[in-house]
């Protein structure tokens, strides 16, 4: 059967911090336990041990105490910023924040019967009441000297009297109703702990430091007996009446009081004998005490267990104590057994391993002496008390129920568990080692030996006797070590025994790893390689290969048959303390002072999962037998119990895939069937966008779409709309999808009010991501509506050469306006296909063309001057005709014009001539030739020729006589309304320059120089175009004051020009007058 690989693991379980110190509180009912943990209050629920409930308010100061009503209604508060708070803690809510008139921080706190007065005491010695209920200050009590320590009403609530003690020794009493101080009891000669009340209320102990307990009459205000109790005490506790305490020595009706203080054990005592009547047994009588120490001496060693708080719970009958070292025990009244123990902080975890039968169980060394053994199931702890200092190291025996663990002390020791009850009892001690051991590793085949390294470079190799003690109670047995080899020169770190006990491996300080052979008793080789000091080794359980780590930041896998390293891991930013094989050795788990566990396949050299869990270094690391769980523990005081949930996401992604694919289908059918309402919350509930894209799309694409897109879209719900509207701010962000998300935002828009789009979690987001880009939209759709409208303007001016305009066929615009539409001239009169060919709108001449048109009109201006010289008196009646016909042409045409609401400056129609055109058209021509010369590619003319849109009009037949007097006009009148003449450029420019010298000569004979009279064009529309590169060049006319000056160099054939110009307007002259 194939080995599959790990993947991830998953936190199942975590044992964390629960009591930092400070003061501890039982609920009346007994059900919770209120503890201090740093800024916040843990309560546990004390039949499972489980945090229920954490108070805790960002940025706030450290507790330094707190007090619980009597009726556990609410929870008062003490921050070190003098802030109290008061929580209704079952809801987790302040109900109500003040700030204490107290210069120092509050030390002390206690409530009355009634849970209306609670009174803080400061180290600013001073001591206020305060009414809950009417949230007001009630007394300020000054007159303690020094820290007010205790604080505590009398039970009674008809007596409005308060006791208080402070650094000077001293009890003081305090009448409420007087607000003044009725009696101080002096007796105590150091810092008086704790006060406890008899049920009649007229007698009060009192303990201190001193270790004495002092009996009150509350009447007379007097000591009536001072008591020797032999140790400091921390709490004084006065014993039910109506519980049996007979097997705590207390019977009768006399006075008795529990102690509990410094010896860490709770005693009973008769205050009317002034004796101890009981005193708790040890909780390890096994314990071997010390030579040369009497018996009490030892057993106050051995407990090593200060109490610094006990309190009574009458409803469950218990004694709740509370030891130096953070652990809450809970004892039975009766007989002063252990019930429960809580851990309440577990300092920085040092070594770990499964424990067990069935890996039930976790043993646990800390920055203690004392070993701690958790079960998983519970997470209830047994506490083991017997090294006597720091537990270094732990390390399991195959069949789970032995443990062996090494000490600072120099010592090892055996421990064992019983299957039934899982309590774990020492049976064996080793001694031998000269320095800490700090290094463990035991047998994989049997139980009978161990090997252990330490400090002082020596490994030992302990055999186990085949006799131990078999109950708890029992003494532990001696073993002795039965090899013993310096093994390294400096401190030994790890050692590991091979899976079939034959070898044994150690790393050290120095660098190195040795190989031993464990049967031989002799050193086989050493492993080098790494820059530092080696923290772990390792065997592979199934190939011969040897694991280390070191504090170099890498792993290194190693060849036990020619001690080379095979392979080197690389990851961890720091020393890697710990490393374990998985998966048949196919997988490595690593853990680093960085924090960070990791997961390696060896084959493939490369990391799987990195796991970041632990906030400082990470010191233990353990898998149970089956490899399915990891536990790890580190100097963050936590506790990770890791779960292998590669099976698990390979099922979850399975069943994924398959509910993916059912919806999907279900999403195609609904679909097919037109379920629109149906198959839109199938793909919001599929976080598919695009799918319900698609499907409005669809919708819209129908006849009525919008419509029924309303209909559906008002039957979702508000958190389907909210997804909608959170889909539609992804849809507006692409142009292609816009208009649907545009019209289901006004849709939306429309159904939904604006209070309730409010509601909306996150409308704010959507908004935020929809106004950019719809402003951007719109902002398009205006661009293109202003091309749109250009467009149509061009189309205008080309349609007047077109066949009459049906009425039927002008359309309406949405902006308001007629116009026509595009209509097809089946005959036309004067443009052919061969001036519509070569002169398109927007098309550019090539430079060839132009230059040969340049040439040409050259020669045509030439003959036309001669020609002009010649008929110049038969033009001169004909030219006042022409020009009488032309105004009246142009005259027709502005109206015409005008009618269709298209008289656009810069649009001329066919047949239309001005004299300002016909300068600057021939001034065009000069530019265009001179231009061409100067630069191949800048600018470029094209001549343009509109087709003429108005009616046609049939040409008045003329006598003999007027063709005679006029030839000129009879032919140019020819060419305007032929159809079959070809209209080549050069017959074009030889009408033009015939034009243009007709209208330079007016009536009287000379040339008009008025550039108002330059209106019109002729009907020929030049364009010029020019690169993006060259800038249009602009001449001033020829007839313009600024002519010359631009003008210095005249051609040739300029200067010719000017020359028959000159005769031309001469003769015209003479012939006026």
């Known amino acids: 059967m194939a080995v599959k690989l790990k993947s991830n693991f998953r936190v199942e379980s975590k044992i964390s911090a629960l009591y930092t110190g400070g003061k501890v509180h039982l609920s009346t009912n007994g059900l919770h336990l209120f503890c201090v943990h740093g800024a916040s209050i843990n309560i546990l629920d004390t039949s499972t041990g489980k945090v229920v409930h954490t108070i805790k308010e960002e940025d706030c100061d450290d507790v330094t105490s707190f007090a619980v009503t009597p009726d556990d209604k609410f929870l008062v508060v003490a921050h070190r910023n003098l802030l109290l708070k008061q929580w209704d803690w079952q809801e987790e809510r302040c109900v109500r924040t003040w700030k204490a008139i107290h210069v120092g921080p509050i030390v002390s706190m206690a409530f009355d019967p009634t849970s209306t007065l609670l009174a803080t005491g400061s180290s600013d010695s001073t001591i206020k009441l305060w009414d ?193 070292d953070h652990n809450i025990l809970l004892f039975s009244v009766k007989d002063f057994e252990l019930n429960k123990q809580f851990v309440g902080y577990n300092d920085e975890i040092l070594d770990l391993c499964f424990m067990g039968e069935n890996d039930t169980h976790i043993a646990v060394a800390t920055n203690s002496e004392q070993l701690r053994v958790f079960e998983l199931s519970s997470l209830s702890c047994q506490i083991l008390p017997g090294h006597t200092d720091i537990v270094l190291a732990l390390k399991v025996f195959k069949n789970g129920l032995m443990l062996a663990s090494s000490s600072k002390d120099n010592t090892v020791r055996l421990w064992c568990m019983e299957p039934t009850t899982g309590s774990v009892y020492c049976v064996a001690i080793g001694k031998g080692h000269t320095h800490s051991v700090g290094a463990l590793t035991t047998a994989r085949l049997s139980n009978k030996f161990f090997v252990s390294g330490s400090e002082d470079c020596t490994i030992k190799i302990w055999d186990i006797p085949s006799t131990l003690p078999t109950q708890k109670g029992s003494i532990p047995a001696q073993i002795h070590g039965r090899f013993t080899e310096r093994a390294h020169e400096k401190d030994i770190n790890s050692v590991a025994i091979s899976p079939n006990d034959k070898l044994l491996a150690t790393g050290s300080q120095d660098r190195t790893a040795k190989l031993w052979h464990l049967e031989k008793e002799t050193s086989l080789g050493s ?196 997804s909608v509207l959170g889909f539609c701010k992804h849809w507006n962000t692409n142009s292609k999808h816009c208009h649907t998300a545009q019209t289901v935002i006004a849709i939306i828009l429309r159904q939904v009010t604006p209070d309730d789009l409010l509601t909306f979690p996150s409308m704010q987001q959507t908004l935020e991501g929809l106004i950019p880009y719809t402003e951007r939209h719109f902002e398009r759709m205006n661009r293109l509506l202003q091309q749109a409208m250009f467009v149509e303007y061009t189309w205008q001016c080309m349609r007047r050469a077109t066949a009459p305009v049906d009425d039927s066929l002008v359309l309406k615009s949405s902006m308001g306006e007629t116009s026509a539409s595009f209509v097809i001239d089946t005959e036309p009169t004067v443009v052919t296909g061969n001036i519509t060919d070569r002169l398109k709108l927007g098309q550019r001449s090539t430079d060839a063309e132009e230059s040969s048109e340049d040439d040409e009109e050259d020669d045509d201006d030439e003959d036309d001057v001669e020609d002009d010289l010649e008929d110049a008196e038969m033009e001169e009646d004909s030219l006042k005709g022409l020009m009488s016909g032309e105004d009246n042409d142009e005259s027709n045409d502005q109206g015409e014009r005008s009618q269709r609401g298209q008289s656009l400056p810069g649009v001329r129609e066919a047949g239309e001539s001005s004299e300002e055109d016909d300068e600057e058209a021939s001034m065009e021509k000069d530019s265009s030739s001179s231009d061409d010369d100067n630069d191949d590619g800048g600018h470029r003319e094209e001549e343009l020729i509109t087709p003429e849109k108005t009616k046609k009009v049939k040409p008045k037949k003329k006598t003999q006589q007027e063709m005679i007097s006029s030839p000129k006009t009879t032919s140019l009148s020819s060419v305007k309304h032929k159809a079959s003449p070809k209209l080549t450029p050069k017959l074009l420019r030889s009408k033009k320059r015939k034009s243009e010298m007709a209208d330079s000569i007016g009536s009287d004979g000379t040339a008009d120089v008025d550039e108002s009279d330059h209106d019109e064009d002729d009907g020929i529309a030049i364009r010029t175009r020019s690169k993006d590169t060259k800038k249009i060049k602009t001449k001033t006319p020829r007839k313009s004051p600024g002519a010359g000056k631009k003008r210095t160099v005249k051609t040739p054939s300029s200067i010719g020009k000017s020359a028959k110009k000159a005769k031309i307007a001469g003769l015209s002259t003479s012939l006026r007058s």
């Open 527 to 722: 492993f080098r390689g790494h820059r530092r000091g080696i923290w772990c080794v390792q065997f592979s359980p199934v190939d011969q290969a040897l694991a280390t780590s070191s504090a170099d930041g890498s792993i290194k896998i190693w060849a036990l048959s020619d001690f080379s390293c095979v392979k080197t891991f690389e990851g961890h930013d720091a020393s890697v303390l710990k490393v374990l094989f998985l998966s048949r050795g196919m997988q490595l788990v690593s853990c680093g002072s960085d924090g960070l566990l990791k997961l390696w396949t060896i084959k493939t050299n490369e990391c799987v999962k990195t796991f970041d869990e632990h906030s400082q270094k990470v010191w233990a690391l353990a898998a149970n037998r089956g490899q399915d769980l990891v536990v790890s523990g580190g100097g963050d005081s936590n506790i990770l119990v890791w779960k292998d949930v590669t099976e698990l996401e390979l099922e979850e992604e399975m069943e994924k895939e398959e509910d993916q694919i059912e919806k999907e289908q279900e999403l195609s059918n609904l679909l097919h069937d037109k379920k629109y309402l149906k198959a839109i919350g199938l793909a919001i509930t599929l976080n598919q966008p695009f799918r319900v894209l698609t499907i409005m799309k669809n919708i819209l694409d129908e006849p009525g779409g919008e419509q029924k897109l309303e209909r559906t879209m008002k039957k979702m719900r508000q958190d389907q709309i909210e």
């Open 132 to 324: 809950i209920v009417q949230q007001y200050c009630t007394h300020n009590l000054k007159g303690s000297q020094g820290v007010v320590s205790v604080v505590e009403f009398h039970p009674e609530s008809g007596k409005l009297l308060l006791f208080s003690t402070s650094d000077d020794c001293k009890i003081r009493v305090w009448d409420l109703s007087t607000s003044r101080c009725k009696a101080i009891l002096e007796s105590h000669y150091s810092g008086v702990t704790s006060m406890a009340f008899t049920e009649d209320g007229m007698t009060m102990f009192s303990s201190g430091r001193d270790n004495i307990v002092t009996v009150w009459n509350l009447e007379t205000y007097q000591a009536t007996k001072t008591i020797p109790v032999y140790e400091p005490l921390e709490s004084v506790i006065v014993p039910p009446s109506d519980v049996d305490c007979s097997k705590i020595g207390i019977s009768g009706n006399g006075s008795f009081f529990i102690t509990a203080g410094s010896q860490g054990l709770l005693k009973v005592w008769d205050a009317s004998t002034a004796k101890c009547v009981f005193t708790q047994q040890r909780q390890l009588p096994d314990l071997p005490q010390p030579e040369g120490q009497s018996e009490g001496k030892g057993h106050d060693q051995q407990m090593g267990s200060h109490i610094n708080q006990a309190m009574f719970c009458g409803a469950l009958g218990v004694l709740a104590v509370v030891t130096y």
